[in-house]
């Protein structure tokens, strides 16, 4: 491969209001090339308008946590399994293990994936991918108890005829040469690691929202999740939407891509 190809996604369209907006601003005033539809979430409604709206192209961003204080959502197959006393997702996949069997829930994992596809299509949106929410896989690798995890997004994936764009093989991203995310790197982080890459495909993945009271009150000051919650999102935002990024790209001789172009590259 004789060219730097580089695709851009955005997390999490459909958690807040301030989500939905500020990864519509990366769309429309940014280098964003990608994001993923999560599915349970409370804003899906205005996502979905969006995305018909500005013929946004979306994945869905698989889900079976939800890590907010003040805001919740649940599995839309109300599966006892993946649920908490009050019907809730956990909060985290270790809280998951720690009340649940994963091994003995696959099925309903997978179920739980293809309900939340399910309502993508009867939207009336076809999902170009997709992604899996707080769950990088190579994290995971060799890990009995999370491997479920991965496996069941994968199997629903191909029942879809879609790809899983976080799949490693053999220890390494399969659809891309590396990948890794903005968030909570400085500029010159991010821009250093691009800047050593040579020919291939890369994946930039970044959680662009509006800094405002809305997005902070997600969670509480105190708590770890609040570091996640408006101001790193609203950085993030502002870099993908810089000239002083893009014209980064154009003097590394980058080329933006999104997911159908991804599949062509591959098809090479």
Same mark, same amino acid.
């Given at each position: 491969?004789?060219?730097?190809?580089?695709?851009?996604?955005?997390?999490?369209?459909?958690?807040?209001?301030?989500?939905?907006?500020?990864?519509?601003?990366?769309?429309?005033?940014?280098?964003?090339?990608?994001?993923?539809?999560?599915?349970?979430?409370?804003?899906?409604?205005?996502?979905?308008?969006?995305?018909?709206?500005? &013929?946004?192209?979306?994945?869905?961003?698989?889900?079976?946590?939800?890590?907010?204080?003040?805001?919740?959502?649940?599995?839309?197959?109300?599966?006892?399994?993946?649920?908490?006393?009050?019907?809730?997702?956990?909060?985290?996949?270790?809280?998951?293990?720690?009340?649940?069997?994963?091994?003995?829930?696959?099925?309903?994992?997978?179920?739980?994936?293809?309900?939340?596809?399910?309502?993508?299509? &009867?939207?009336?949106?076809?999902?170009?991918?997709?992604?899996?929410?707080?769950?990088?896989?190579?994290?995971?690798?060799?890990?009995?108890?999370?491997?479920?995890?991965?496996?069941?997004?994968?199997?629903?994936?191909?029942?879809?005829?879609?790809?899983?764009?976080?799949?490693?093989?053999?220890?390494?991203?399969?659809?891309?040469?590396?990948?890794?995310?903005?968030?909570?790197?400085?500029?010159?982080?991010?821009?250093?690691?691009?800047?050593?890459?040579?020919?291939?495909?890369?994946?930039?993945?970044?959680?662009?929202?509006?800094?405002?009271?809305?997005?902070?009150?997600?969670?509480?000051?105190?708590?770890?999740?609040?570091?996640?919650?408006?101001?790193?999102?609203?950085?993030?935002?502002?870099?993908?939407?810089?000239?002083?990024?893009?014209?980064?790209?154009?003097?590394?001789?980058?080329?933006?891509?999104?997911?159908?172009?991804?599949?062509?590259?591959?098809?090479?």
């Amino acid at each position: 491969m004789s060219k730097k190809y580089l695709l851009i996604t955005s997390d999490d369209f459909g958690i807040s209001h301030s989500v939905n907006q500020g990864i519509l601003k990366g769309f429309t005033h940014g280098l964003l090339k990608s994001s993923n539809f999560m599915a349970a979430a409370p804003w899906l409604p205005e996502a979905i308008r969006l995305a018909k709206e500005h &013929d946004l192209p979306m994945g869905v961003h698989l889900t079976l946590t939800c890590e907010w204080t003040n805001m919740s959502c649940s599995p839309i197959t109300r599966a006892p399994s993946l649920s908490n006393n009050l019907g809730y997702f956990y909060p985290s996949y270790e809280e998951l293990a720690e009340n649940t069997d994963i091994k003995s829930a696959f099925e309903d994992i997978k179920q739980e994936y293809r309900t939340q596809i399910q309502r993508i299509l &009867d939207f009336g949106v076809q999902p170009t991918h997709v992604e899996t929410h707080m769950t990088p896989e190579h994290q995971w690798e060799g890990n009995e108890t999370f491997l479920p995890i991965v496996q069941a997004a994968k199997e629903v994936a191909a029942e879809f005829g879609l790809i899983y764009t976080y799949a490693f093989e053999g220890g390494k991203p399969k659809y891309f040469n590396d990948s890794f995310t903005l968030t909570h790197l400085s500029y010159a982080q991010m821009t250093q690691r691009l800047a050593s890459y040579g020919d291939g495909i890369y994946h930039l993945v970044c959680h662009c929202a509006l800094d405002n009271e809305e997005q902070n009150a997600l969670a509480l000051p105190q708590e770890p999740g609040y570091s996640w919650a408006a101001q790193c999102r609203q950085i993030d935002l502002n870099i993908i939407t810089s000239l002083k990024f893009k014209t980064f790209l154009e003097e590394n001789n980058f080329t933006l891509i999104d997911i159908e172009q991804l599949l062509k590259l591959h098809q090479r």
